[in-house]
T-cell receptor, first 114, second 115 residues
Framework: AQSVSQHNHHVILSEAASLELGCNYS??????LFWYVQYPGQHLQLLLK??????LVKGIKGFEAEFIKSKFSFNLRKPSVQWSDTAEYFC????????????FGSGTQLTVLP | DSGVTQTPKHLITATGQRVTLRCSPR?????VYWYQQSLDQGLQFLIQ???????AKGNILERFSAQQFPDLHSELNLSSLELGDSALYFC??????????????FGNGTRLTVT
């Protein structure tokens, strides 16, 4: 069965710091990868997704992620965070062998200090 | 606004009771998914429906059931509630096919508290 690991449970940064959130998945076949964000009190929203092609994916609000197949990773990055980026971030994966159901990581809570 | 509507927003009930959570998908979306988000289990996939038919089951307890109606809205029924069922229940919809895996649009969730 596929699984997703997010090793950072809580990250605290100051504004303007650079961000990288780790995401690793366990599945050897074809995968689609996603990052979702959940702002306080709100629903999950799609930040970016990777289906195929350029492994460097750009999403909304200045976020990007790089798919490294050899490392089974899909880390989320942002060069300069803002206070408004405070939220919980979820990595998710769909693999061809899982009835194509979205499996989420446990999430990373990002707190950006003003 | 994702276009997915969930009601009620909050629900407080006692152990042993039964509740029904409702979800209206985005206009045109045929797939509906239910997820449970709790502190200890994270975001867990429960069940998926596509155009009225059950398509996939995840970590859904036997005390829980769901259905999707002809107008595509869905209901999640939770019975014989236990304290551990307290969680945020999300509904999501997508315009992908029955195989799922496409972009999901999430509702705001129903927060269930079992006392």
């Amino acid at each position: 069965a596929q699984s997703v690991s997010q090793h950072n449970h809580h990250v605290i940064l100051s504004e303007a710091a650079s961000l990288e959130l780790g995401c690793n998945y366990s599945y050897g076949g074809t995968v689609n990868l996603f990052w979702y964000v959940q702002y306080p009190g709100q629903h999950l929203q799609l930040l970016l997704k990777y289906f195929s092609g350029d492994p460097l994916v750009k999403g909304i609000k200045g976020f990007e992620a790089e798919f490294i197949k050899s490392k089974f990773s899909f880390n989320l990055r942002k060069p300069s965070v803002q206070w408004s980026d405070t939220a919980e971030y979820f990595c998710a994966v769909v693999s061809s062998g899982s009835a194509r159901q979205l499996t989420f990581g446990s999430g990373t809570q990002l707190t950006v200090l003003p | 606004d994702s276009g997915v509507t969930q009601t009620p927003k909050h629900l407080i009930t006692a152990t042993g009771q039964r509740v029904t959570l409702r979800c209206s998908p985005r206009s045109g979306d045929l797939s509906v998914y239910w997820y449970q988000q709790s502190l200890d289990q994270g975001l867990q996939f429960l069940i998926q429906y596509y155009n009225g038919e059950e398509r996939a089951k995840g970590n859904i307890l036997e005390r829980f059931s769901a259905q999707q109606f002809p107008d595509l809205h869905s209901e999640l029924n939770l019975s014989s509630l236990e304290l551990g069922d307290s969680a945020l229940y999300f509904c999501a919809s997508s315009d992908g096919g029955p195989g799922g895996g496409q972009n999901l649009h999430f509702g705001n969730g129903t927060r269930l508290t079992v006392t």
